[in-house]
């Protein structure tokens, strides 16, 4: 099946038993840590689900912050379309693998600048953030990273009523919120 071969990036803000059993059920698991700011609680839950990801044998990224990405020895970090900072030189001593989010062609550029090796192109299908002249759709998401030249990830309203869609986009990789509950 084509969706066991795709790595799967996965936003969480915390861990419960029902996440940790459907995230053992999937295999190509990354995780992405969801928290606006860090304060004792945030940090507490990013240790909880560090212990599980090392446990586990899965990366995890933060989103947004790279000193604390950096300070917390995460595997990575998730730059937002909103993320405009560039910086250079940290990211490329420490290796730490950088994914960036897009909407469009210009936000590509930008996270190319930003060192990113996956880039995210979403909103791919109607979710509750975006409008429905918002969302992509294949057909748009193939036109506008068919000329990409870095990994593409599809983000953005995947569930388990459309998932078998992702098979006819061009991606290795895909992510979600929502699809983690629903397993």
């Given at each position: 099946?084509?969706?066991?071969?795709?790595?799967?990036?996965?936003?969480?803000?915390?861990?419960?038993?029902?996440?940790?059993q459907n995230i053992?059920?999937?295999?190509?698991?990354?995780?992405?840590?969801?928290?606006?700011?860090?304060?004792?609680?945030?940090?507490?839950?990013?240790?909880?689900?560090?212990?599980f990801c090392k446990?586990?044998?899965?990366?995890?990224?933060?989103?947004?912050?790279?000193?604390?990405?950096?300070?917390?020895?995460?595997?990575?970090?998730?730059?937002?379309?909103?993320?405009?900072?560039?910086?250079?030189?940290?990211?490329?001593?420490?290796?730490?693998?950088?994914?960036?989010?897009?909407?469009?062609?210009?936000?590509?550029?930008?996270?190319?600048?930003?060192?990113?090796?996956?880039?995210?192109?979403?909103?791919?299908?109607?979710?509750?953030?975006?409008?429905?002249?918002?969302?992509?759709?294949?057909?748009?998401?193939?036109?506008?990273?068919?000329?990409?030249?870095?990994?593409?990830?599809?983000?953005?309203?995947?569930?388990?009523?459309?998932?078998n869609n992702i098979?006819?986009?061009?991606?290795?990789?895909?992510?979600?919120?929502?699809?983690?509950?629903?397993?």
């Open positions: 099946m084509l969706l066991n071969k795709l790595i799967k990036y996965i936003f969480i803000n915390r861990l419960n038993e029902k996440i940790k053992k059920k999937i295999n190509n698991v990354r995780i992405i840590f969801n928290c606006s700011n860090f304060n004792k609680t945030s940090i507490d839950e990013y240790l909880k689900i560090k212990k446990k586990n044998n899965i990366s995890l990224y933060i989103i947004d912050n790279y000193k604390i990405a950096f300070k917390m020895n995460a595997d990575g970090i998730f730059l937002s379309s909103a993320n405009r900072r560039i910086v250079f030189g940290e990211f490329l001593k420490k290796k730490i693998n950088i994914i960036g989010s897009a909407h469009n062609q210009i936000e590509y550029y930008f996270k190319k600048l930003q060192y990113c090796k996956t880039i995210t192109l979403s909103p791919l299908f109607l979710n509750s953030k975006y409008s429905k002249n918002q969302i992509l759709g294949p057909t748009r998401f193939n036109l506008i990273s068919r000329n990409w030249k870095t990994e593409i990830c599809a983000l953005g309203g995947i569930t388990k009523k459309n998932i098979g006819i986009i061009k991606v290795k990789n895909i992510a979600f919120l929502r699809l983690i509950e629903e397993l």
